[in-house]
């Protein structure tokens, strides 16, 4: 044997039975490894994919061998394309259900016998509620004032808990382990509570889902959450009694006529149905999934019932009005009763309660005093309110409290220049505080007074400084009275500073406020409250009006303030009086027109004395403020690119914070400098875009969605963001679409109409539109090519951005990255962030009349030349020439839904690309240019302007 | 990467084996190290790009100063310093940076230093434990003659990178392995004998050592207030399953690795958790790495030699490395020095080598425990929650069992919990699993047949599932 034998001798044949055995067993493994990629490769289980579009590994880079991110996105495709994915971890989940009797679903428990939980249901079980109740006591009390208010306004309101699953069939709940707390759910609690104190307008559910279950009845099944139909048919009845409580049992539903017979009706009961003097036609009904169910047991009555799955009440999402019902239904899942919400002044304002009062009471302003840290002047219509932030308020007289015969509402009719928190302390309350959100514009705020002889309270008007007008307060009056809940103690008398937590916060950098301010005796001090350091205003045409606000000791005559350059102190502004009258050791004005730029610092100083003065210490300016909202892509912008460094007046805003930008963000530099190189002035960036975020409530995966309006939801944040930015932007920026086209969850029209009311019902309605034009421009950037993905579900997607385009106003399509390549990963690379921060910002130039054009050159029209020729006229709009010439790609042809493979695309002049198809068709052939999820994009189409503008995707249609 | 992943387990080995055995055909395995080696770097940059330069340019820094050493000349020593100086500084300074900067920054703040503000903290090179004390003792062999140097880079390469053993052990001494790189074999009985035990192996980690593991990670994680003494007991007892489990799995797949492309690794553990004593459970517990501080460190420090006085140093010293050589923090040092102390006092009360049979389920069950207390210190992140946890195994404490642990004491978890403690339990008495294999009896058939049938697709499952926590040794 050679000793290249030796080294390398033949493997043996499988022959012997140790061999074979050997062999077998080999073989079997290798097989086992290789066959769900092989499948997978083959397309077995593949759904049916559109013609030509096949999923796109990974391009082969010798390069991208040295990165973890080319690995990662492989295994990305790997796991894509291995769709036997799904199936097998079905399978396991299916094994470790029936043989372990566990789940590793986080919000499924199992239970005895294969029964199915809500984890959160047997959680909260587990935990108790004992630590929440002071939050059920001010439920209760507002549940209470809601339902006097309703059926004041000649509404019926009722109240029930739909009873969860794991309590009604507590006994298939596994586990060993003892309760904690008290031991007592929210449900229990609010039971204990009724039973002291009976809610008139709660209808308990539970023990005639009890009684059904003893008498054998199946109410919930066992793998599902709510009721099933014979649970929502027993509690349905009591539901109705209690909606048409005019001691008469309902009559049978007309339509059950086994129920007519048995009753022996001689005539159904015609609808509208009568409750004292008032027809009952029409319902909504709030709740959880658990109304589902029931509604078709409820229909019965009603002409019209309308149903809304919200956690609060009115829905922020629907635009309901309950002026167009005559009954208010409420029924809560119990498990979601702790997160029930009520938008109470909204409610107040639908049921107009100032006119149902029996009385009003109007508190003279000129009662109110300031507290600390604010000023007030009463003015013709009005109260103005000087304001420095979280630890200021102002004191309301005594004012009658609710009792057991009259229900007793403040009412605010407040306006601010920008939307805040408006916090309040009861003294002597056992549940001394709250907060409400208050927009930017005038407003009514409802606040139910408690039960107690007299009420003292004070107002915080915002966490941040400003300038609020007090337009009037009144105390409304109802005949219907509030009894006496007992409120657990607060663990300590909280102030107004406490309960606001930024009252700590940078913005109240100033000193401790002097002891007594208007003291003749004390120094001639002044202290500013200076500004964030880089925080830009938005301008204003070439300027913007700032407040510039601080605290005093001594006897000024006026406030004069001015602006400096922050680097050598030349003025920018002329010493300005900003407040006439400081009074209160509290000064607050308006320096109107400071002229856009930056940065700049504050001067302020005595009118009177120029030796007392102040000086900011931190940057700011006046400039332009973006928002960029929308998903991954969107926030890449800010963290992919080490490359580019910021330009000095280039600030970020996020959570709420202005800082100066970093190198990291080549889209959102590339962005900003291109803009402050142009116009030279601050460039502020609100980057507030949530990674894997959806348009539409279906395309939730988990990250929240930008057409939700609630309080904690991803568009809410960025509202804060921008009230806390001023609360006036020039441009949005918004790039997302690839949540709404996974799994093809959202059509074409849908993702068009959420879009449009998603920018005019929501973004143009809540942001001061400071851009020229004559709504806030919206720039959409278009996605890019993903690493997978269906075509048709993302064609849809770009198809209704360009759509919104043409239908909403000041909606452009401000860059196209379809030709930018991402190597098969879900983001891009560094450099296509640059180019499309250059391309948006062309576009906010075009805007600014500072540019020519923003968009690339686009296809007008075809003509056929053969039978397998085409050529394709375009219109140039920055450039006058294409590249390439050769080896065109990102076109495709199809004929009768048929792809057909393209031998050749090339430039035939200027204007024209000629398309040769591998073979002749007969046909009227489409022509696609970049469509849809992964476009060929490597030689692209660029015009030959010094933008080098892409090609826009066309599709169109030659005989 | 993981064995355990998607990603290499139907694509990366996969790959790998039909590549290596397609070039033996077609190539007759002449570019078997240069396809392994390849795919080793893949199997690295996969999980550490940023680092693979890093692996590469030490690599071969070790093979020139090897070749230096192999030449016999006068400087070998200068030689073999700067191989430590450069192997054991890149192990100190990724590993132990962070840990001194932390330790020392205090003491400039009291000596009136202003502190380190820009440091931006160290990630640490994934198995850089592993092959720099392979690297080093290749270094240390060829300099003692013991073995020659590697004339080839990519042979070379591939002792030190080579991805079975990549980034968690068995630490590979080139004398065990030289001769295997040229001219081993692989035949279907090896290649079948390897796949079973990676199977044993990757079952051993996804369903007894996760198991175990999410039961000790509930526990190390509640507050001081909720852990009562059923709860520490709890933790410790699967905290000991888990480290062995996931260790010994590991190493199992390692082997089994190496086998299907004709290499054979020495064993690595050897039912630990039946010895009859700590010296005993080191004979038995990452038997790589506790020759290895005998070979390269104990011996050459002057072992026994010295007298009683100097060996208990060397003991403690050793241990004290070893502990330190698992991780930066001072619960790693005690646990170390923990070991030490009980060694030693082996060595004093001449309980090292009595007769094996001699009370030994008793002994076997004191050595079990001083274990476990050892693996509650060296679980946990501070010493002061590691003495809470003694506190509260040793001084009852009634707290209910904290719900959190409710919901990872399911039936799944309870079963595999049971198998490992019967396993345990059994260890001296039960066959090992190559022993099962490798004898012609039904068991054999019944054990390969549900190895490939069902251990095989369930544990894919598992993974595809993505229900699998990292190897333990992985972060060292």
Redesign the interface.
């Known amino acids: 044997m050679s000793e290249s034998d030796q080294m390398n001798p033949p493997i043996k044949r499988c022959k012997t039975p140790r061999t074979l055995h050997a062999c077998l067993i080999s073989v079997c493994f290798v097989l086992l490894l290789i066959l769900p990629m092989a499948l997978g490769l083959f397309g077995w289980g593949n759904a049916p994919q559109h013609a030509g579009s096949p999923s796109k590994a990974p391009e082969l880079e010798t390069k991208a061998l040295l990165e973890a991110e080319y690995y990662r996105a492989w295994a990305a495709y790997i796991n894509y394309r291995l769709l036997q994915i799904r199936p097998l971890t079905q399978a396991k989940r299916w094994m470790d259900y029936h043989f372990f009797s566990m789940s590793e679903a986080a919000d499924v428990q199992v239970g005895r016998n294969g029964w199915l939980f809500k984890r959160r249901s047997t959680d909260a079980r587990r935990r108790g509620a004992c630590d929440q109740t002071r939050s059920l006591q001010r439920f209760l009390l507002e549940l209470e004032t809601i339902s006097h208010l309703v059926e004041k306004s000649g509404r019926c309101f009722v109240f029930s808990i739909a009873p969860d699953k794991a309590t009604v069939y507590s006994e298939y709940i596994s586990g060993a382990f003892a309760v904690e707390g008290c031991g007592k759910t929210f449900y229990d609690l609010l039971i204990d509570e009724h039973a002291l104190t009976p809610l008139k307008c709660f209808v308990r559910l539970d023990h005639h889902l009890m009684a059904a279950k003893a008498s054998g009845h199946l109410l919930f099944n066992k793998t599902e959450a709510v009721w099933n139909d014979r649970g929502a048919a027993v509690v349905a009845p009591a539901l109705i009694q209690a909606i048409f409580d005019n001691g008469q049992r309902w009559a049978s539903d007309p339509d059950d006529l086994a129920s007519v017979l048995m009753d022996g009706a001689s005539s159904p009961q015609a609808r509208p149905h009568q409750k004292e003097g008032y027809y009952l036609s029409a319902a909504i009904i709030y709740g959880g999934s658990a109304i589902h169910r029931l509604l078709p047991h409820l229909a019965g009555p009603f002409s019209r019932i309308d149903a809304i799955v919200t956690d609060t009440i009115p829905s922020p999402n629907h635009a309901e009005h309950l002026s167009a019902y005559d009954a208010m239904v409420i029924i809560v899942d119990e498990s979601e009763l702790p997160d029930m919400r009520f938008d109470f002044d909204r409610l107040c304002r639908m049921l107009d309660i100032e006119a149902l009062a029996e009385a009003q009471d109007r508190v003279p302003l000129k009662t109110i005093s300031a507290g600390s840290k604010l000023s007030l002047s009463l003015i013709d219509q009005g109260l103005a309110i000087k304001s420095l932030g979280a630890e200021a308020f102002f004191n309301l007289p005594a004012l009658p409290g609710s009792d057991g015969k009259t229900l007793r509402i403040l009412a605010l009719d407040i306006s601010a220049a920008h939307a805040d928190q408006l916090s309040w302390v009861i003294a002597g309350n056992a549940d001394p505080t709250g907060t409400k959100s208050m927009p930017s514009k005038r407003t009514q705020l409802f606040l139910p007074l408690p039960v107690q002889p007299s009420v003292r309270m004070r107002i915080n008007p915002g966490k941040t400084t400003g300038l609020f007008h007090l337009n009037s307060i009144k105390v409304l009056e109802f005949a219907h009275g509030m009894p006496h809940r007992a409120m657990p103690p607060v663990a300590q008398t909280r102030t107004v500073a406490e309960t606001n937590p930024q009252a700590q916060s940078a913005r109240s950098r100033q000193a401790a406020p002097p002891k007594n301010p208007a003291n003749e005796a004390e120094p001639a001090a002044i202290t500013l409250n200076d500004f964030y350091d880089h925080q830009i205003f938005q301008r204003q045409g070439t300027s913007s009006d700032t407040i510039i606000s601080g605290t005093y000791t001594g006897i000024p005559t006026g406030i004069e303030a001015r602006v400096l350059q922050y680097d050598n102190g030349v003025p920018v502004t002329p010493w300005r009086m900003v407040d006439s009258a400081p009074a209160n050791g509290v000064f607050m004005g308006i320096l109107t027109e400071v002229p856009q730029g930056g940065w700049y610092r504050l001067l302020v100083r005595f009118a009177d004395r120029h030796g007392t003065f102040a000086q900011g210490d931190a940057r700011w300016g006046i400039g332009i403020l973006v928002g960029c909202i929308g998903q991954s892509n969107m926030r890449e912008w800010f963290y992919t690119g080490e490359a580019l460094h910021p330009h000095s007046l280039l600030a970020l805003h996020r959570q709420g914070h202005w800082s100066a930008m970093d190198n990291r963000g080549n889209g959102a530099i590339a962005f900003g400098n291109r803009l402050i190189g142009k116009l030279g002035i601050p460039v502020g960036l609100l980057d507030y875009a949530v990674n894997g975020s959806g348009l539409r409530k279906e395309a939730d995966w988990g990250m929240g969605y930008w057409s939700d309006r609630s309080e904690d939801a991803i568009y809410r944040q960025f509202i804060r963001g921008v009230a806390g930015a001023g609360g006036r932007l020039e441009y949005v920026v918004w790039m997302q679409g690839e949540a709404d086209a996974a799994r093809a969850t959202i059509t074409k029209s849908q993702y068009r109409s959420a879009l449009a009311r998603f920018i005019e019902m929501q973004v143009r309605a809540e942001i001061e539109n400071a851009a020229r034009q004559p709504f806030l421009p919206f720039l959409i950037v278009g996605m890019p090519n993903r690493p997978v993905g269906k075509d048709v579900p993302h064609q849809a997607i770009r198809d209704a951005q360009v759509a919104v385009t043409h239908e909403v106003p000041e909606t452009y399509i401000a860059a196209i990255s379809q030709d930018l390549d991402n190597a098969g990963r879900q983001h891009l690379a560094p450099e296509a962030y640059t180019a499309l921060g250059l391309r948006t910002a062309q576009t906010v130039l075009y805007l600014l009349d500072e540019a020519s054009n923003y968009r690339g050159p686009s296809v007008v029209g075809g003509q056929r030349i053969a039978a397998d020729t085409f050529d394709v006229y375009l219109a140039h709009r920055g450039g006058f020439d294409f590249t390439p010439q050769e080896a065109i790609s990102g076109w495709r042809a199809s004929a009768n839904g048929k792809f057909l493979p393209i031998s050749s695309a090339r430039r035939y002049d200027a204007r024209t690309i000629r398309i040769t198809l591998s073979k002749p068709a007969a046909n009227a052939v489409l022509l696609y240019y970049l469509y849809g999820a992964m476009p060929e994009a490597q030689q692209a189409i660029h015009d030959n302007s010094t933008m080098e503008l892409p090609l826009e995707p066309a599709k169109l249609k030659i005989e | 990467?993981l064995f355990p992943s998607?990603?290499f387990?139907?694509?990366f080995?996969?790959a790998t084996?039909?590549c290596y055995y397609t070039q033996?055909v077609l190539l007759?395995?002449r570019l078997r190290n240069t396809l392994l080696l390849l795919f080793s770097y893949?199997f690295y940059?996969?999980?550490?790009?940023?680092f693979?330069?890093l692996l590469i340019a030490s690599t071969a820094a070790d093979y020139l100063l090897g070749r230096l050493i192999g030449r016999r000349r006068s400087a070998n020593r200068l030689w073999v310093a700067l191989s430590l100086v450069i192997n054991l500084g890149l192990l100190g300074y990724f590993k132990y940076a962070n840990f001194m900067l932390d330790q020392i920054t205090p003491w400039l703040h009291i000596l009136g230093f202003d502190p380190i503000n820009d440091w931006s903290g160290m990630i640490l090179p994934i198995g850089i434990s592993f092959f720099t004390f392979q690297k080093i003792s290749y270094i240390v062999d060829v300099y003692r003659g013991q073995t020659r140097a590697m004339a080839n880079f990519v042979d070379f390469a591939l002792y030190v990178a080579m991805f079975p053993q990549l980034v968690a052990g068995p630490i590979v001494r080139y004398k065990d392995i030289w001769d295997q790189i040229?001219?081993r074999?692989?035949?279907?009985?090896r290649?079948?004998?390897g796949?079973?035990r990676f199977?044993w192996g990757l079952a051993k980690k996804v369903l007894i050592a996760d198991a175990c593991g999410q039961v000790a990670d509930v526990v190390f994680g509640l507050d001081a207030a909720a852990v009562g003494t059923k709860a520490a007991w709890l933790g410790a007892l699967t905290y000991t399953f888990q480290i062995y489990f996931d260790f010994s799995a590991y190493s199992d797949m390692a082997i089994g690795l190496a086998r299907m492309f004709g290499f054979e690794l020495r064993e690595n553990f050897n039912r630990p958790y039946a010895a009859i004593n700590i010296t005993d459970f080191w004979r038995r517990w990452h038997i790589s790495l506790s020759t290895w501080f005998r070979d390269y460190l104990y011996i050459p420090l002057g072992g026994n030699r010295k007298g009683a006085w100097r060996t208990g140093v060397h003991l403690m010293v050793v241990f004290g490395l070893c502990g330190l050589w698992h991780g930066a923090s001072w619960t790693f040092i005690a646990w170390g020095f923990y070991h030490g102390v009980f060694l030693l006092a082996e060595r004093i009360l001449g309980l090292r080598s009595p007769s094996q049979k001699t009370l030994a389920p008793l002994r076997r069950a004191i050595t079990f425990m001083i274990v476990l207390f050892g693996w509650v210190l060296f679980r946990s992140d501070t010493i002061s929650e590691a003495l809470l946890i003694f506190e509260r195994m040793c001084l009852p404490v009634h707290v209910?069992?904290?719900?959190a642990?409710?919901d990872v004491l399911?039936?799944?978890?309870l079963?595999f919990i049971s198998v490992a403690v019967l396993a345990t339990l059994g260890a001296a008495k039960l066959p090992t699993w190559e022993k099962i294999i490798t004898t012609a009896t039904p068991l054999r058939t019944a054990a390969?047949v549900a190895t490939?049938a069902l251990l095989?697709?369930?544990c894919?499952?598992?993974i595809?599932?993505g229900?699998i926590n990292p190897f333990i040794y992985y972060k060292f």
């Not at chain 2, 209910?400 to 719900?403: H, K, Q, T």
């Not at chain 2, 399911?410 to 978890?413: D, E, F, I, Q, S």
């Open positions: 990467m998607t990603i387990l139907l694509a080995l996969p084996i039909l033996r007759g395995n893949m940059a996969y999980g550490a790009d940023e693979l330069l040229n001219f074999t692989e035949s279907w009985h290649f079948h004998m796949a079973l199977c209910p069992l904290p719900y642990l409710a399911h039936a799944r978890n079963f390969v490939i095989l697709p369930y894919t499952m598992m595809m599932a229900e």
